[in-house]
């Protein structure tokens, strides 16, 4: 004997139909995604553009010998104390130091940081200081007030000048800041 499903409450059944469901609209996040958009090309732009970074004395210090040796000694220190602990390395990991995971990780990236600033300053003590001459455009205190403006700034379009572009960062900021 089989039994029969008990009929619908009231006689009828009363399943809904078909649903026809529509996403929310997030109107906000397309225009905080072009506002940030737009940042981050001006932001490009104005490294690649900006005569103030002198980009080829950048690549020139940054192939120095004591930089290269303060990275690979960081980097080295950073290794030694991921393979010293439990789990950094997975089997390949000694477990002398009692530290997994994240506190691995930090202790490693800590260490890598301690050990290249001590490099930089032992290195500094050790080296003879560049004469004041070569330093002017590099250091500020160096540098004479009337090289560090631009005579030709008030020229410029305002999408090229510093004050426009710093007031419309810091309105974007706030208006940033209150809504989210």
């Given at each position: ?78 290794v030694v104390v991921a393979f ?97």
């Amino acid at each position: 004997m089989s039994a029969t499903p008990a009929p619908p409450v009231g006689g009828l059944d009363e399943r809904p139909g078909k649903i026809d469901a529509v996403p929310v609209r997030h109107p906000g996040r397309w225009v905080v995604i072009a506002i940030i958009t737009v940042l981050v090309a001006m932001f490009v732009h104005m490294l690649l553009t900006n005569p103030a970074f002198n980009w080829s004395f950048v690549f020139e210090a940054m192939i120095q010998s004591p930089v290269l040796r303060g990275l690979v000694a960081g980097t080295l220190s950073a290794v030694v104390v991921a393979f010293l602990s439990k789990d950094a390395f997975g089997s390949a990991s000694l477990g002398v130091l009692g530290l997994s995971g994240q506190g691995a990780s930090f202790v490693a990236a800590s260490t890598a940081f301690v050990v290249d600033i001590v490099l930089s300053v032992v290195v500094s003590l050790a080296t003879q200081p560049k004469p004041s001459s070569e330093l002017k455009g590099l250091v500020y205190s160096e540098t004479p007030r009337e090289d560090l403006v631009d005579p030709e700034e008030a020229t410029m379009p305002w999408f090229q000048r510093t004050l426009p572009l710093a007031g419309i960062a810091l309105v974007l900021v706030i208006i940033l800041n209150v809504s989210f």
